[in-house]
T-cell receptor, first 114, second 116 residues
Framework: DTGVSQNPRHKITKRGQNVTFRCDPISEHNRLYWYRQTLGQGPEFLTYFQNEAQLEKSRLLSDRFSAERPKGSFSTLEIQRTEQGDSAMYLC????????????FGPGTRLLVL | DQQVKQNSPSLSVQEGRISILNCDYTNSMFDYFLWYKKYPAEGPTFLISISSIKDKNEDGRFTVFLNKSAKHLSLHIVPSQPGDSAVYFCAASAPIEKGSNYKLTFGKGTLLTVNP
């Protein structure tokens, strides 16, 4: 399967702990996006990369959130000092150069902060 | 303010009949629209899309219609099958020259239930 993969699929943590999620995009997709989805809502944009450059961050991405894509392939999203309000599904998507308008999503990482 | 609205939280149809899911948008900069299907505990799966230069796009049982003057689009599924039961999200984007870099703005989704 050559789709977008995300790890872990589920994460339970205690408030105040740090967590890190990984996303592996579809091979050769140069754009990578992170979204967050809470119950009853559609996914909301967090940030995106073109190759290794982070080109835009949403105001939803507080200082406790950081994302990297060091070699232009996989990406990590870290949340420091987690809060209960961070509980959500974190989705990663990728798109191909020249076809940026269509994004393909991974299965998501479900985060629960206790 | 919600720029993409799906006003029907749920829709129930009989197998074999047509399902029509609706979506409205307010941002005139949007020029590309997509429909995603989502099962519980999974990521959204891309279904079909349409560019603002078209008013219809068809792929098998799925057809998307776009009415730019009304800022309205709809997804038609014919015939509906029980496996189509899922949450359907409408999404919209604009290119960089319109200030958006193709990031997606989603509606809240419509839960479609197709009864056997």
């Amino acid at each position: 399967d050559t789709g977008v993969s995300q790890n872990p699929r589920h994460k339970i943590t205690k408030r105040g702990q740090n967590v890190t999620f990984r996303c592996d995009p579809i091979s050769e997709h140069n754009r990578l996006y992170w979204y967050r989805q809470t119950l009853g809502q559609g996914p909301e944009f967090l940030t995106y990369f073109q190759n290794e450059a982070q080109l835009e961050k949403s105001r939803l991405l507080s200082d406790r959130f950081s994302a990297e894509r060091p070699k232009g392939s996989f990406s990590t999203l870290e949340i420091q000092r987690t809060e209960q309000g961070d509980s959500a599904m974190y989705l990663c998507a990728s798109s191909l150069f020249g076809e940026e308008e269509t994004q393909y999503f991974g299965p998501g990482t479900r985060l629960l902060v206790l | 303010d919600q720029q993409v609205k799906q006003n029907s939280p749920s829709l129930s149809v009989q197998e074999g009949r047509i399902s029509i899911l609706n979506c409205d948008y307010t941002n005139s900069m949007f020029d590309y629209f997509l429909w995603y299907k989502k099962y519980p505990a999974e990521g959204p799966t891309f279904l079909i899309s349409i560019s603002s230069i078209k008013d219809k796009n068809e792929d098998g049982r799925f057809t998307v219609f776009l009415n730019k003057s009304a800022k309205h689009l709809s997804l038609h599924i014919v015939p509906s099958q029980p496996g189509d039961s899922a949450v359907y999200f409408c999404a919209a984007s604009a290119p960089i020259e319109k200030g958006s870099n193709y990031k997606l703005t989603f509606g809240k989704g419509t839960l479609l239930t197709v009864n056997p």
